[in-house]
């Protein structure tokens, strides 16, 4: 499939899609939604491909939901239109997607990064929640995940302020996995996604699910829930030949199985 406004390609066993509106900084419009999304689930979906990175060319990651397509929206359009709801389609994906944050994530840019699994961020990244600036408030899971991520306290800041936070403090703050120079990211993003795409894929579609789970159920549901998938990955041939592996002293040759 060709995409408008991404670009698509696979590097071994990772799957890459680049938000590729440069000259709009990556604002995310609903076709960049789209493509998005259904590039997300070709991935999800291909046998060959272990882990997804998402990243932005140019010097956004991307600065926002597209402003000037949401500008003339009533309430009721954008209630009625169901406006961010595709977006859930790539929270549903089962591979891990790592955010390889290149420069502005702002806004919705902010509120995609959040809805990956991992958070890379060059050093030349820079967060935000800026929408109180527009008069309006984060519409794709900002004041949940960011608060979520790094505090209730720090998140109000952020997202009654507007202010812009750093890699480096999006860092302390807990919101980034690493800070890596910007000239390294995407190696660095490709070498992360290598790794992961190296390991048992039925163990790192379990692993993704129980975080995720910590985010959105009671620690005492989530506990059960890892002890079923846990419990459930030793009737795969990969738990036996991991544990092998390690018997004798050797790399384990993991068959998704
Ligand atoms: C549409 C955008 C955009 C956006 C940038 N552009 N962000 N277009 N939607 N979110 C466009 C600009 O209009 C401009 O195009 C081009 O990208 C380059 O941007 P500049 O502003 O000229 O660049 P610079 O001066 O370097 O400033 C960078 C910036 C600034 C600080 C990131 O662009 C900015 O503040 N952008 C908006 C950030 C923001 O408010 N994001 C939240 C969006 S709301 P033209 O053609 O005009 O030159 C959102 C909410 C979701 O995400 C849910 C709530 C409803």
């Not at 680049?18 to 999304?37: G, I, S, W």
């Not at 926002?64 to 549903?92: H, Q, S």
């Not at 944050?101 to 929640?129: H, P, R, S, W």
């Not at 894929?201 to 959105?216: C, G, N, Q, Y």
Request: charged share 25%; hydrophobic share 50%; aromatic share 6%.
């Amino acid at each position: 499939i060709d995409f408008e406004t991404i670009l698509v390609d696979t590097r071994g066993r990772v799957g890459w899609i680049t938000l590729n509106r440069p000259e709009a900084l990556n604002a995310l419009n609903a076709q960049t939604m789209h493509d998005v999304v259904i590039a997300a689930e070709q991935f999800d979906a291909d046998p060959g491909i272990g882990a997804i990175v998402i990243t932005g060319a140019g010097r956004a990651f991307a600065a926002g939901a597209d402003i000037k397509e949401m500008e003339d929206r009533t309430g009721l359009d954008m209630r009625l239109g169901n406006y961010f709801a595709e977006w859930g389609r790539l929270v549903a994906v089962r591979k891990p997607v790592i955010a390889a944050v290149n420069g502005f994530a702002l806004g919705g840019g902010c509120e995609l990064a959040m809805m990956c699994d991992i958070i890379l961020a060059a050093d030349t990244a820079k967060f935000g929640q800026p929408e109180i600036n527009l008069g309006v408030i984060p519409g794709m899971g900002g004041s949940q995940r960011l608060a979520r991520a790094i505090g209730a306290y720090k998140a109000a800041e952020l997202v009654l302020t507007g202010r812009m936070i750093d890699a480096a403090e999006a860092d302390r703050a807990g919101l980034v996995s690493r800070v890596v120079p910007a000239d390294a990211l995407l190696d660095e993003a490709q070498a992360m996604g290598d790794t992961i795409a190296a390991k048992s894929l039925p163990s790192v579609l379990a692993a993704k699910e129980l975080i995720r789970t910590s985010l959105e159920s009671p620690l005492a549901e989530g506990l059960r829930h890892e002890a079923a998938l846990f419990a459930s990955l030793f009737d795969t041939r990969d738990q036996k030949e991991g544990m092998a592996a390690f018997r004798e002293k050797r790399q384990p040759a993991f068959e998704n199985r």
